[in-house]
């Protein structure tokens, strides 16, 4: 099968990051189209995606948007490569970490990130500061000694890294201890390492 994907994107660290690694861990072909800041809100890439979002992804002429169902889709398009865990008990656990990567601890990291580095209000720092630090703390501390989330590897394993190369970023999580040894697992993984998810967490 010819698996390729088009993904519009504003850098490696963005979300893009996501549907990257997860596309790049499925043997996709990536062709990627970079979209300069405010770009997004013009009405050429608002008729591909009218939430104004980055990323978009075309596969087999499909638009898709939102980077977390992006990425699901495409791992239900190949379940032989077990991102989506099929056994009842650890589908538990899969959506469990996957709803609160994705929908507790990434918005308000990424707001935060942004506030930090002066491309949004600093208000939004104040506001998450205190919730968000404890959140990702407590997530971070919920992280395997070994293995990966779920054993093996799966989607829930992109999407917690995500959140928590963002809490390191940011100067909420101290790349340390059994955070640091889940994240240089993932960080080992040749797609991620093709995919450049943590090139900026290196540097």
């Not at 088009?6 to 861990?25: H, I, P, Q, Y």
């Not at 720092?125 to 404890?134: A, G, I, K, M, N």
């Not at 040894?181 to 290196?202: G, I, K, T, V």
């Amino acid at each position: 099968m010819n698996r390729h994907i088009k993904l519009w994107s504003f850098a490696d660290v963005d979300r893009s990051g996501k549907v990257r690694w997860t596309a790049n861990e499925l043997g996709y072909q990536i062709e990627e189209e970079r979209i300069r800041p405010g770009d997004h809100k013009t009405d050429a890439y608002r008729q591909m995606n009218p939430y104004e979002q980055i990323p978009t992804a075309e596969v087999t002429g499909k638009l898709l948007v939102e980077s977390t169902a992006i990425c699901v889709m495409l791992a239900e398009r190949h379940p032989e490569a077990g991102l989506i865990p099929q056994d009842r008990e650890t589908r538990e656990l899969f959506w469990q970490s996957m709803s609160t990567s994705s929908s507790t601890l990434e918005m308000p990291a990424v707001l935060y990130y942004l506030s930090r580095a002066g491309f949004i209000d600093e208000a939004w720092q104040e506001l998450w500061s205190d919730s968000l630090q404890r959140r990702l703390k407590t997530f971070a501390e919920s992280m395997p000694a070994a293995g990966y989330i779920c054993d093996e590897f799966t989607l829930a394993d992109i999407c917690a890294a995500y959140s928590l190369r963002i809490g390191v970023q940011a100067g909420l999580l101290p790349m340390e201890g059994r955070l640091e040894a889940y994240l240089r697992r993932c960080m080992a993984r040749p797609a991620a390492q093709a995919s450049r998810f943590f090139d900026q967490l290196e540097a």
